[in-house]
């Protein structure tokens, strides 16, 4: 069966480098999936859950921001931030969306609610993640 390259790599480093069977990313314009032989294709990424299939298993990468590159049976996943599931800190992430709901509901305080807003986006994006990367059968 044919597979294909991915590589996911952050400006401070390489965060995997695998063969895999299918891809599945967030795109700013919705989710995209990727089989080997697929056209060249490049897209913007957008805030969420990165899945990919290999030996019949699902695995799953949190990832924000950056560009997503098919190519030759090779896709590269350039991220400002991913982390797999395994590394996500679940307490870190619950606190950072207790953070951004607290400055949400704070009506007198002047905040940057589209800033804030991301900040809740991904802090809820690495929890589900982390508990798809626990249990595949749930997500």
């Known amino acids: 069966m044919a597979t294909l390259k991915l590589e996911i790599v952050t400006p401070d ?37 990165l899945h990919y ?16 590159e098919v190519s030759n049976n090779k896709v590269t996943i350039l991220a400002e931030v991913a982390d797999k599931a395994t590394e996500i800190d679940t307490e870190r992430a619950k606190l950072a969306k207790e953070r951004a709901e607290e400055r949400a509901a704070a009506a007198k305080e002047k905040i940057d609610h589209i800033r804030n807003q991301a900040a809740l986006k991904r802090s809820i994006m690495r929890i589900n993640c982390k508990s798809c990367g626990q249990d595949a059968g749930t997500c």
Do not use: C, T, W
């Open 13 to 49: 480093r390489k965060v995997l480098s695998e063969d895999v069977d299918y891809v599945g990313a967030p795109g700013i314009m919705g989710e995209f999936g990727i089989l080997p032989n697929h056209v060249p294709f490049l897209s913007a990424l957008g805030i969420g859950n």
């Open 53 to 68: 299939n290999q030996d019949g298993k699902a695995y799953y990468v949190f990832v924000s921001g950056g560009f997503a």
